[in-house]
């Protein structure tokens, strides 16, 4: 995604008169980046890649590159009297069991040529949907050499609330004597915050980055694990973290409802009862928008459990959205 060359003007009479030349200056700004690229994973910080925006779970790393042009135009042509190229790297760290958290960035000193030498900067920061961002940054400070600044971030939520989706937009603006002000604007990867399983006395309040797949684990529930390894084997691959399309978790308890009437009979097969088998498992969950009959036949399975396995398996699924902040619409794998 292509951030365009933005910039501002003075009039040519103000700008004359401050330069003492006829002309008109400006500054001009671009910044070329790339499209975000998701990692798998939660746990370690997200690394950074040239002009590109690398994300896991709970952290961002942001690498921009940009390119001054400090320009006279003469005549409505315009000439380039100097540039000054640097990088920024940004590093943002949500966390699962707090809705305030921070992020650092750094300036690389510029190189310039010819008048791109003493250009100042000014950062600033803007989020959304309830989270403010308050920038610490030495404001005025000169590409001439490296700085640094951070962001911090805070978020009220209500319990049992999820936030809409937000993004950090940070503007850059620059300034040099006698040359009219530029500016620029790009956006961090999209969060999210929730207090989803808090309460009046409990806040669970926590941040993340949802388009991230995470994984739950249904290993040593010995049916469902053998029931999913088994479909698999046939070629249904949804939720397969070894190459398959992940599973999308949905909120809706009429629907999940539906999903599960639509392919789990109301008794068990006659072997099954004899065997304590009762309770129907169905994958892919009820509670995901490719439960029930959503997908083809192939794609799809149900296998009878014991009471109890099914009831663990449901505190296991509850624990992991605590943990990863999964909400409606969120993609993940099943590992079996």
């Known amino acids: 995604m292509a951030v365009g060359v933005l910039a501002t003007a003075g009039t040519p009479s103000a700008v004359a008169e401050q330069a003492g030349s006829s002309a008109e200056l400006r500054v001009t700004i671009g910044s070329p980046r790339a499209q975000a690229a998701a990692m798998p994973g939660a746990a370690a910080a997200a690394t950074c890649s040239i002009n590109k925006i690398t994300i896991n779970r709970f952290s961002e790393c942001e690498w921009v590159t940009v390119h001054v042009d400090v320009v006279k135009v003469v005549d409505g042509e315009p000439v380039i009297e ?15 069991s707090s809705a305030n958290w921070s992020e650092k960035f750094t300036i690389s000193k510029a190189t310039t040529t010819g008048q791109g ?28 050499s490296a700085s640094s600044g951070s962001v911090a971030y805070k978020t009220a939520i209500a319990p049992k609330k999820i936030l809409a989706k937000a993004k950090t937009t940070y503007t850059y603006t620059f300034s040099k004597p006698n040359y009219s002000p530029g500016s620029v604007s790009y956006s961090s990867a999209v969060y999210r915050c929730d207090n989803y399983y808090g309460s009046t006395r409990t806040n669970r309040s926590g941040c ?17 694990d053998e029931g999913i390894r088994s479909l698999r084997s046939r070629g249904g691959h949804y939720g397969d973290p ?20 639509a ?12 065997a304590g088998r009762t309770s129907c498992d169905e994958y892919p969950f009820a509670s995901t928008k490719e439960g029930g009959t959503h997908l083809a036949a192939s794609q799809r399975t149900i296998t009878w459990v014991k009471v109890q396995e099914n009831k663990s398996q449901g505190g296991r699924i509850t624990a992991w959205r605590g943990q990863m902040h999964v909400m409606d619409g969120d993609p993940f794998y099943v590992i079996a």
Request: aromatic share 4%; with cysteine.
């Open 208 to 224: 993340a980055i949802p388009e991230v797949p995470t994984g739950v684990s249904m290993v040593g529930l010995a049916r469902i």
């Open 242 to 261: 070894n190459n398959g399309k992940p599973l999308h978790w949905m909120i809706n308890k009429t629907q999940e409802n539906a999903n599960r009437t």
């Open 82 to 96: 100097g540039t000054a190229d640097f990088n920024v790297k940004h590093q943002m760290t949500l966390k699962a």
């Open 117 to 144: 030498k003493g250009v100042a900067v000014d950062v600033a920061a803007k989020s959304g949907a309830g989270t403010t961002a308050s920038v610490s940054f030495p404001q005025g400070h000169t590409l001439d």
């Open 263 to 274: 392919v789990c009979p109301r008794t068990a097969p006659p072997d099954m009862r004899r």
